[in-house]
């Protein structure tokens, strides 16, 4: 496994970091995320047109680029260094990826290329009302209705739910778990936006009453081709945070340069040293987690490794990358001192985002139980 980047990923990175820096600076950012929809579709068509980033790891064969988790977690390592407010986790990393894992021939044919040119926007809807993220917890059942199937129970904090396209449901029936595909305009489907911390990702309460749904998984219990899915999901989320991380730290860092107190920049106090000594320690840490995570994606994808070695570097990844954002987003806050709390400061978008993100498909705590029992601690 190699962990360097090559000249054509580095480009990449460039390539998107100057893209959203003229498309999505932070007065954008404030702008759109208090949109009902919550993103710019003009940008998310030059997203899909001039860059192709929708389609960047969809095979070739469904419309996209055929790219690998690699190139995918330096995508959401900018996306999550310039906060941009746009449905991509939700249809790449979530939908694309568990259409993927399940291996429905006929679901990827009929949904992946409208993914991957962006006229589609998916989700997957995992927990429920409850708030657990595991999938033991998942109540919502479905039956079969002749040569389709029929969905009742309610899911939560469901990503981009409230204008999705496409709903890739996790519910229960007499084989266990499975995935069924609703379309959006489907009759009794409901749903409601919720109040949600952080305003750069819109969140929804979608409810299923006798929801006519198409199985998409195969026969028999799907946790394992889900739990494929929902790890490389993870992988790029660590990405995004540790992006988000390494802009909280460049902020710190070039405000404790330039504000001085007692005739000497801040920077040079040893408390504020010590403080970003400790930031570059979580983003450096951070970053190597999310990495290990992406080409771990990669190589199970490309059949080089099976799903064991993703799903710890997964777990390892979500429980470090969360709280490293989440420490240096708050000592960002604290180097800024008073306008660092201010609603027009910037400091406090990336610290809703470290929180939210944080929670979002189980908080540390799980992810490090989890890891522990995969390698048998």
């Not at 690998?68 to 979530?94: D, K, Q």
């Amino acid at each position: 496994m190699d962990f360097a980047f090559t000249p054509e990923q580095e480009e990449l990175r460039s390539s998107l970091r100057r893209f959203f820096a003229g498309k999505s600076p932070t007065s954008e950012v404030r702008r759109v995320s208090e949109t009902a929809d919550g993103y710019d579709p003009l940008l998310w068509k030059q997203m899909a047109e001039q860059l192709e980033l929708q389609g960047l790891v969809i095979p070739e064969e469904y419309g996209g680029s055929g790219f690998t988790a690699v190139e995918l977690s330096v995508v959401f390592e900018e996306m999550g260094r310039a906060l941009v407010c746009a449905p991509y986790f939700s249809s790449v990393a979530l939908a694309a990826q568990v259409l993927l894992a399940v291996g429905d021939d006929e679901a990827k044919a009929r949904w992946l290329p409208g993914i991957a040119d962006g006229s589609l926007i998916a989700t997957v809807a995992v927990t429920e009302d409850d708030g657990a993220w595991g999938l033991e917890h998942v109540l919502a059942s479905a039956v079969p209705a002749g040569d389709s199937w029929v969905l009742d129970g309610a899911k939560t904090f469901v990503v981009d739910g409230h204008l999705a396209g496409l709903l890739l449901v996790v519910a229960r029936n007499d084989q266990g778990l499975g995935v069924f595909a609703v379309e959006g305009d489907q009759p009794g489907l409901t749903r409601t936006p919720l109040s949600v911390l952080d305003f750069t990702r819109k969140l929804a309460r979608v409810e299923f009453n006798a929801v006519p749904a198409r199985r998409i998984s195969p026969d028999g219990d799907a946790t394992a081709a889900l739990s494929r899915g929902l790890d490389a999901a993870l992988a790029a989320l660590a990405a995004e945070q540790a992006g988000g991380a390494a802009r909280c730290l460049e902020m710190a860092v070039d405000y404790a340069k330039t504000r001085v107190q007692f005739g000497r920049p801040i920077g040079s106090f040893q408390a504020i040293k010590h403080k970003c000594a400790d930031m570059l320690v979580a983003v450096e840490s951070a970053k190597s987690a999310a990495y290990y995570a992406a080409w771990s994606a990669a190589d199970a994808a490309g059949g080089v490794a099976d799903g064991g070695e993703l799903a710890v570097a997964a777990a390892l990844a979500k429980a470090y990358c969360s709280d490293a954002y989440f420490q240096v987003a708050a000592e960002n806050i604290q180097i800024h001192g008073g306008i660092g709390y201010t609603w027009e400061h910037d400091a406090h978008l990336y610290f809703r985002r470290a929180k939210s993100s944080q929670l979002l498909f189980g908080g540390p705590q799980r992810h490090r139980s989890r890891f522990a029992e995969l390698v048998g601690i």
